[in-house]
């Protein structure tokens, strides 16, 4: 019996830290500019609607909707310019009833389009972004 329950503690404990975000599943389908959080879609992009801006003194990118009720933001120490690449970079975005806001987090370089689009995942907190180089 105390066997058994081992068995079911361990495989409880194996399941529960397994939250199964990953960005080949979550981030590397989208061609769209986008902010997914833990599997979750915080912001898209449609260029009817939103706008793109860039400060390079800054390396900040940002997607804002055209009523300004909307929007993220993403800045980074170093300009992204290579897959696999490690930034640090922090990040603010609405959401229905906030703003919220994660700092100083690292961001891996997914993939890089040659259109600018720029495909960023931070595995520690399941975030992903996808920004345009302007």
């Given amino acids: 019996m105390k066997r058994t329950f081992i068995y079911i503690v361990t495989a ?12 080949e599943e979550i ?34 990118f940002r ?7 909307e929007w993220f933001l993403f800045r980074c120490e170093t300009m992204p310019s290579s897959e696999g690449q490690k930034i640090k970079g922090d990040i603010e975005y609405t959401t229905d009833t906030d703003i919220k806001t994660q700092e100083g987090l690292t961001y891996s370089v997914e993939k890089i389009s040659q259109d600018g689009l720029v495909w960023l995942w931070n595995d520690d907190k399941d975030i992903g972004a996808v920004i345009k180089i302007l």
């Fill in 12 to 23: 409880a404990v194996a399941f529960a830290s397994c939250d199964g975000y990953r960005p």
């Fill in 27 to 60: 981030l590397l389908p989208r061609n769209e500019i986008s902010l997914t959080i833990k599997g979750v879609d915080q912001i898209i992009y449609d260029e009817n609607t939103w706008q793109l801006g860039f400060n390079d003194k800054k390396n900040e």
């Fill in 63 to 69: 997607v804002v909707d055209d009523k300004v009720s």
